[in-house]
């Protein structure tokens, strides 16, 4: 199966759909007669569904019909969260560049480099990831370096090699900061047009998620991100993020905030205040390339978005030893002991807090399923039975996701968009997402139609209300 596109013809990889009264996955593929501009889809041989029969061809209205309103049904539920990992970083950069997001280069830490491969190969396997990655060798580095100052504190020649490492681990946090800041200068670089699409489209995503009605309780986003693509989506979207952080010229981290809120008075109201729209709740789950230990506290520095260089940053805290060795971005958690460490206890704590409640549903986009701490906090979720998952992804190259579908066990309570068409970020934003108003007008609206017309719309199919009362229908 191709896909036809300027001349040229790309494979099509099988879709994964599992909603609403689907009992098991659904996959699906392109069509030969597909194209870009109008995808067309069947049944992979051997799949089976209530919505489809083999050999039938459909296109995104009919997966719409399906997708979106069980998308918008789980979206006003009591609870929400959304976590979102690096597929959203990766599919708005593509959005406004056309490329890659940067690299940084292989990593050097010197007489160190073999030991640290070898264990950050090692722990990376454990955790079911790939193979090392830049993130696991300076959390490697981390701990080895604390060892060397331990042995050191008695040893000269130990002690020197502390330093040496300690100034190779400092130059590398530098590298992997400038990584994350090139991506976002990339956005604020790109064409001016692609720019700005990258930019609607980043702004309906959130929206779809964060416009719920005063009833309901707050969005609350989780993101296992540096980067602050979510932040700048907000920003201009005018969206209010209530997180950890108070104060205007360098935000502190406090605990004892997480329970502010914001309201507004209409005019003559009687009684309580009404929440104001357009607030949701953010915790960033690994830390932040803005956020830096300062004198026993974690602040978050005014860095423009896309900064071309940190260290002015650093040296404007007036600290004897400031360095990138302060950047609270490397820890990657991929044991559990390095989240009982502050900020990070506090962090996780707000995210199993907000997923194990009843009534509650946790959309999970772009995240790979990596991080072990996290998948236990979503497997605990999941024992409460008025909880849902619903996993969103545009592929799942290592099929962690569906090993770990088949391995919670409870299906009922997940759902599944994984793909290159209903899983590819823009075909989701402009095809599957809730609307980004889901207000009382909407429904007022139904009702409106409802009553003007004496009938209930549904799968192409209208029934009178006598005539559903009888048990007959009208065509």
Known sequence: MTEKAGGKSKALTDNILKCRDDPRPVFFGGAEESTV?????????????????????????????RIEPWLTALCQSEHLSLLVGSGLTHAVHDLATSEPLPGMGAADFGEFQDRINVESKTSAEAAGRDPGNIEDQIRVATELLRGLE?????DKQTHQKAATLRNKLAEMLVKFAASI????????????????GAYNYLVSFLMSFASRIGTRDRLHIFT??????IEVGAETAGMHLLDRFVGALAPIFRSSRLDLDMHYNPPGIRGEPRYLEGVARFTKLHG???????????????????????????????TADASAMQLMIYPNASKDR????????ELFR?????????????????????????????????????THLVVIACDDPLNRIMKTYERLGRHAQISLLVGDHIGEFRALVDHYLPKPAIDRTTFRMAELLKSRWG???GDGEEKSEAGLARGESKA
């Open 455 to 457: 009938t209930v719309q």
């Open 181 to 196: 800041l090139g991506g976002e200068h990339g956005l604020i670089t790109a064409n001016e047009e692609k720019r700005e």
């Open 338 to 345: 390095e989240t009982a460490a502050y900020p990070y206890v």
């Open 350 to 386: 707000d995210f199993a807090a907000a997923a194990c409640r009843p009534n509650h549903t946790l959309v999970a986009f772009g995240y790979s399923f990596g991080d072990e701490h996290i998948n236990r906090v979503i497997e605990d979720m999941l024992t409460i039975p008025s």
């Open 288 to 318: 932040s390339v803005d956020w830096v230990d300062c004198d026993r506290n974690i602040r978050r520095l005014g860095i423009p978005f896309g900064a071309n260089n940190l260290n002015l940053y650093l040296k404007a805290l007036g």
């Open 37 to 65: 501009d109008a995808p067309k889809f069947k049944l992979c041989e051997g799949a089976s569904c209530s919505w489809a029969k083999p050999g039938d061809v459909f296109g995104p209205d009919k997966l719409r019909s």
């Open 150 to 154: 331990i042995l050191g504190s008695s």
């Open 224 to 229: 296992t991100n540096y980067d602050r693509f």
